[in-house]
């Protein structure tokens, strides 16, 4: 238990780059060093982790722990790896609140922002190659970017999507089998989307509160499949669409701070929370979103090898992963128009997307060359 805890809290610590990353150490560490598992058993957890919603590297981590320590190595591999970042998004968080308005401050974010749009652009482009399969999911990706566009609301484009894939994937031997057929087959997934959806489409904007806060990000955490961008999709249509509670500048500022910070991308919402409510709504923002993958990963055991046998179902998570593409191609595109303001940060951008391609240098030393940049053009005005 000891190592455990010890290796994941240096990975939470250390680990740049995002899941890929993530995942990447954590097979160099937990395979190829450490022997805790075999090269088999570590792409079966893999597997697991994109059926199920929540971020993949922090389900990994869970995973890995309680194939190492029991259901307590479940808590202590989960915890000891959001930690880490959880508390330097806090730091970063306590200092946007304290010196976010002062020339300074806005001088780094300006030379980020044009970074991370860069970066999710090369995620989006990295993901979209292995995701789009066919000419179907290739239509239903268009289709979703528009119904994004058109302001759908996220949930409902993802069960949507889902719901389209499956219907025209699942041959007519499982359709014969009629709607309990698929229900059974397939449709664990839509139902908790349709629900979920239909609850955040009924939403009003309410005054900040911790209750409305740790709903919110629970929301996130239970429903996001794809990789952690996609949860700019989440936030912008429910925190600046949908309640008010930020601006489109703070969401970027907030994937800022959690691109230049280490560990999962999750911990984003540390920061909001700590930006909307304080200390308390850091705490219960980052328990709203961590905890369904606690969840997930405890009851998937037994559930997820019949998900994986079932054609149904894996034509459904095909359709959630391409519609997750699609919002993270929409909330670029916002949040785009939201940094690259002059041709300065047009740009950075350009030599950020063009280091990333070529060279595929880390992003954690692009975004700091990023804040250079921008602290120097401050001190030369």
């Not at 598992?37 to 697991?48: D, I, K, P």
């Not at 974010?109 to 993901?127: E, F, R, S």
């Not at 566009?149 to 949930?155: D, I, K, R, V």
């Not at 229900?183 to 239909?198: C, F």
Request: net charge positive.
């Amino acid at each position: 238990m000891r190592d455990l805890a010890l290796f994941f809290l240096r990975l939470g610590t250390t680990a740049f780059g995002g899941p890929a990353a993530h995942i990447a150490m954590m097979e160099e560490h937990v395979v190829r060093r450490r022997g805790w598992l075999t090269r088999e058993q570590f792409l079966e957890l893999l597997g697991t982790t994109s059926l199920i919603p929540g971020p993949n590297s922090t389900e990994m981590a869970i995973y890995i722990g309680h194939r190492r320590a029991g259901w307590r190595g479940l808590v202590v591999g989960g915890v000891c790896f959001i930690l880490p970042a959880a508390l330097i998004t806090l730091a970063f968080a306590w200092a946007y609140v304290r010196y976010g308005s002062l020339p300074q401050a806005e001088a780094l974010l300006y030379g980020v922002k044009p970074v991370i749009i860069a970066v999710i652009v090369q995620a989006l482009w990295n993901l979209g190659r292995g995701a789009v399969k066919s000419r179907l999911l290739a239509g239903i990706g268009v289709l979703s970017v528009a119904a994004s566009f058109a302001g759908l609301n996220a949930l409902a484009v993802l069960a949507g999507a889902g719901a389209l894939a499956m219907a025209a994937t699942v041959p007519a031997k499982i359709r014969s089998h009629g709607p309990r057929g698929l229900v059974a087959l397939g449709a664990p997934g839509a139902s908790v989307l349709g629900a979920s959806a239909s609850a955040a489409i009924a939403a009003v904007a309410v005054p900040v509160s911790v209750t409305a806060l740790f709903l919110v990000f629970l929301k996130v955490g239970a429903v996001l499949y794809g990789s952690g961008y996609v949860l700019l999709a989440f936030l912008r249509a429910d925190l600046v669409s949908g309640y008010h509670w930020l601006t489109e500048s703070q969401l970027l500022d907030a994937v800022a701070v959690g691109q230049v910070t280490p560990g999962p991308v999750f911990t984003t919402a540390t920061f909001i929370g700590y930006v909307l409510h304080g200390g308390t709504g850091a705490l219960v923002a980052t328990l709203g979103i961590f905890l369904p993958s606690f969840i997930f990963v405890a009851i998937s055991g037994p559930i997820v090898p019949r998900l994986r046998r079932s054609q149904a179902a894996g034509a459904f998570l095909d359709g959630v992963t391409v519609a997750s593409l699609a919002l993270m191609f929409a909330v670029t595109w916002y949040l785009g128009r939201a940094a690259l303001t002059d041709a300065v940060t047009v740009l950075l951008a350009t030599l950020s997307a063009l280091l990333l391609w070529r060279f595929r240098t880390n992003s954690a030393w692009l975004v700091l060359v990023g804040a250079l940049v921008g602290a120097g053009g401050s001190w030369l005005r």
